[in-house]
């Protein structure tokens, strides 16, 4: 961005001009966000109403959403199984990473390579096989069998393998000549100098988990195991008519996103634009 | 002596950090793999009547024949459609971001809400706006043609009608049907899909490879007095054919296999099975009828595709970036 700034832009109207067009993508990027706040303080009566502002405001559509389903397990259900999953694949991923890029043995490159050539197949075809294993391994159904198969990722040792390499090694050089063992320079040296990559991997491991879909939808059948998404469903199929107490849903489900992404900003951007992260 | 000592500890240190990863890796990622592959030549099937029978390719003849899977591709390509105009209004925002303007932080921010929010909650929320009675869409059409003086036009019934822009027909798929023109659940998806992605990664990564374009390219090109279009046609869109490269082909795998969640939640696959992609056939055939073995092979033409696409990247990108 510094560069693209030594560059004149033109005149003071074109500025105004590229505002005003700036501003009117954010508003059509923005007002769907802001119709659902809207829709979401609306009494039951006014929900056919044309008119986006309601005209008395309906604040109960909050405490209906956990009445009329287990809203409060759902979020628990999520937050636990993101968190877990994001716990464990930092740890399993920053560990391999640290194989990868401070251990020389031999066969490493080669394993890498098969990492890397992993990465492009889709997760569909996958699936499959990992839903007949958890029936097999009687997971299906529960909390261990959304966890345990997201806890390692070829795509986050990739990333943190990269963020290792550029961490100088004449700290652990030190270390070494200390009789520090591998697993004190892991822990001491590597995992602090890394913590930005941590922290973007985290955030989008966490993202990823929180609204993952797919693999819930097919593992839980219970409902006290639902996660948000999975919950928001069937909500939407057995209440889709009460779009006011369905906002007021939508709304919480993102509303710890919003923050997530307002607090750790800088990490996601840094960490999209270093190695394309997926989603 | 000492030096072969620490190589030898060192290889057991190497094996012992990576074994979490690499027994997670094994189990979860490269043997389904190659199990899935097996078993796309089998009749594999969860529900207990049916026994185990190897069948050869027979699952794979079957999905040439196999109309669904056809209108499934072809829906799958459909969707895909939003790609590119995704891609020119990333650029632009791009190109917008990346002038020295007061506020650009909150202007990015802003812009990269939806991708990071993208999820069941955000499609149940454009369900409602989608709604053809009551949703704010229809009434800022309907809004806008009273304005216009047209108040007699169709309004369009988005996620339960399978008109298109192409005028597909959903069963026979005919181009030039003309009574399937119009607005219809896929366009639904698309106009989504755009809202959702266009400010969203690939946005960032041009403002990346903008923000990595010599400056004196531009201070020579100002010289020579050409105008902002002739600069970003010969200089900033040049210069960012890599990063294109790279976002077009990451569009395609993506679009390849996607469409499942957006689907399944606004319009669960309908109307008439128009928004069903092929990651959707995959869940039915596996998940709602359990058919594993012929759910696998439609799987691994799917990674064919896209493995192709893959190399299409390798041979070509490595050239262009160098």
Redesign the interface.
């Known amino acids: 961005?510094?560069?693209?700034?030594?560059?004149?832009?033109?005149k003071g109207w074109k500025?105004v001009l590229?505002?005003i067009?700036?501003s009117g993508?954010?508003l059509?990027?923005?007002l769907?966000?802001i119709?659902?706040v809207l829709?979401s303080f609306k009494p039951m009566s006014e929900?056919?109403?044309?008119n986006?502002v309601p005209s008395r405001w309906h604040p109960e559509n909050y405490p209906a959403v956990f009445e009329q389903i287990r809203f409060a397990r759902y979020y628990v259900n999520s937050f636990f199984v993101a968190c877990w999953v994001t716990f464990l694949q930092l740890?399993?991923?920053a560990?391999?990473a640290?194989?990868?890029s401070r251990?020389?043995?031999?066969g490493?490159d080669a394993?890498f390579k098969?990492?890397l050539a992993?990465m492009?197949?889709?997760?569909?075809?996958?699936?499959?096989?990992?839903?007949?294993?958890m029936?097999k391994m009687g997971l299906l159904d529960s909390y261990a069998g959304l966890i345990?198969?997201a806890?390692?990722s070829?795509f986050g040792?990739f990333l943190l393998r990269q963020f290792m390499l550029g961490i100088p090694t004449a700290l652990d050089e030190a270390a070494k000549i200390d009789g520090a063992s591998?697993w004190q320079i892991?822990w001491n040296v590597c995992m602090p100098m890394a913590r930005p990559g941590l922290i973007t991997l985290g955030v989008f491991t966490f993202?990823y988990n929180?609204?993952s879909?797919?693999w819930p939808?097919?593992m839980i059948k219970s409902d006290h195991l639902r996660t948000?998404?999975?919950g928001?469903?069937y909500f939407?199929g057995a209440y889709?008519k009460q779009?006011n107490v369905?906002?007021a849903?939508?709304?919480m489900?993102?509303a710890p996103?919003?923050i997530l992404?307002?607090a750790a900003?800088k990490f996601?951007?840094k960490g999209?634009?270093m190695g394309?992260?997926k989603? | 002596m000492k030096n072969s000592r620490r190589?030898h500890r060192?290889?057991w240190?190497?094996?012992a950090?990576?074994a979490?990863?690499?027994?997670?890796?094994m189990?979860?990622?490269?043997?389904?793999?190659i199990?899935?592959l097996v078993?796309s030549f089998s009749n594999w099937n969860?529900m207990k009547e049916v026994s185990f029978q190897w069948v050869g390719f027979r699952n794979f003849f079957d999905l040439f024949h196999d109309r669904e899977f056809w209108l499934y591709s072809i829906n799958t390509v459909y969707l895909m459609l939003g790609i590119p105009v995704c891609i020119a209004l990333s650029l632009f925002?791009a190109n917008?971001?990346?002038?020295?303007?007061r506020?650009?932080v909150v202007?990015?921010?802003?812009?990269?809400?939806?991708?990071?929010?993208?999820?069941?909650?955000?499609f149940?929320?454009?369900?409602?706006?989608y709604?053809p009675?009551?949703g704010?869409i229809n009434?800022a059409i309907r809004w806008l043609l009273e304005r216009a003086g047209t108040a007699h036009v169709e309004l369009p019934s988005w996620l339960s009608s399978a008109k298109n822009l192409l005028g597909l027909h959903p069963e026979q798929i005919m181009i030039g049907v003309r009574e399937f023109f119009g607005l219809g659940a896929r366009e639904a998806i698309i106009i989504m899909g755009i809202?959702v992605a266009a400010?969203g990664?690939n946005m960032?990564?041009y403002?990346?490879a903008?923000?990595?374009?010599?400056?004196d390219l531009?201070?020579a090109a100002?010289i020579d007095g050409a105008g902002?279009w002739a600069q970003f046609r010969h200089i900033t869109w040049p210069q960012l054919a890599p990063t294109t490269f790279?976002i077009v082909i990451?569009g395609f795998?993506g679009g390849?296999?996607g469409g499942?969640?957006q689907a399944?939640?606004l319009t669960a696959g309908g109307p008439a099975g128009t928004t069903t992609t092929l990651?959707y056939y995959?869940?039915i055939k596996?998940?709602e009828e359990f058919q594993?073995g012929y759910?696998?092979a439609i799987?691994?033409v799917?990674?064919a595709v896209?493995?192709a696409i893959?190399l299409v990247n390798w041979t070509f990108g490595s050239r262009k970036i160098n």
């Not at chain 1, 961005?1 to 033109?10: N, P």
């Not at chain 1, 251990?103 to 031999?106: D, G, N, Q």
């Not at chain 2, 189990?27 to 793999?33: A, G, I, Q, S, T």
């Open positions: 961005m510094k560069t693209a700034g030594k560059r004149s832009d033109g500025k590229i505002h067009g700036l993508i954010v059509t990027t923005v769907p966000f119709w659902m829709a929900i056919e109403n044309l986006p740890m399993t991923s560990m391999a640290y194989s990868f251990i020389e043995w031999r490493r394993v098969l990492y992993t492009m197949i889709p997760g569909v075809v996958t699936m499959i096989p990992n839903y007949a294993l029936v345990i198969p806890a390692f070829a040792t591998h892991f993202l929180y609204q879909f797919f939808l097919i948000l998404p999975v928001m469903l939407d889709g779009t369905l906002m849903a939508s709304l489900c993102i996103l919003i992404f307002v900003q996601i951007v999209i634009q394309g992260v989603g | 190589k060192d290889i240190a190497g094996l950090f990576i979490p990863n690499f027994l997670g890796f189990l979860f990622l490269l043997v389904p793999v199990f899935s078993m969860l925002l917008l971001l990346s002038k020295q303007l506020g650009i202007y990015r921010t802003l812009f990269y809400l939806p991708t990071f929010t993208a999820g069941v909650a955000l149940v929320l454009w369900k409602s706006l709604n009675e009551y704010p009434a809202w400010g990664t960032l990564l403002i990346a903008i923000s990595n374009i010599p400056p531009y201070e100002e902002s790279f990451m795998i390849l296999q499942f969640e399944r939640v990651s995959i869940y596996a998940f594993m759910a696998s799987a691994w799917l990674f896209i493995f893959t």
